[in-house]
């Protein structure tokens, strides 16, 4: 099992970038996917960008462009770049992460507000 915290989540005005972070109770090596799912209101949750351990990297069409995931091993994170941020984008963003055998394991959420 892994815990994962999220952190970096705020309000934004259009056009704007935040950074969320997510930390992991144990190393990034031996977690099998790692990533951010994000749920607005009235939505269901759905795929952000995800990250396969030695393997690529998968993005939602919609954030394709201005939403960046990069993993730092040596700190256990997993952290998302978003830039070019619109209201479409406000939802709660969620850290997901998997090791192999084991059950999916989800953080808390973290709000992402985009206003003017």
């Known amino acids: 099992q892994v815990q994962v915290v999220e952190s970096g989540g705020g309000l934004v005005q259009p056009g704007g970038s935040l950074r969320l972070s997510c930390a992991a109770s144990r190393s990034i090596s031996s977690i099998y996917v790692m990533g951010w799912y994000r749920q607005a209101p009235g939505k269901q949750r759905e795929l952000v960008a995800i990250?396969?351990?030695?393997?690529?990297?998968t993005y939602a069409d919609s954030v394709k462009g201005r939403f960046t995931l990069s993993r730092d091993n040596a700190k256990n994170t997993v952290d998302l770049q978003m830039n070019s941020l619109t209201l479409e984008d406000t939802a709660v963003y969620y850290c997901?992460?998997?090791?192999?055998?084991?059950?999916?394991?989800w953080g808390q959420g973290t709000q992402v507000t985009v206003s003017s």
């Open positions: 997901y992460a998997r090791i192999i055998g084991a059950p999916e394991n």
């Open positions: 990250i396969i351990n030695g393997g690529s990297t």
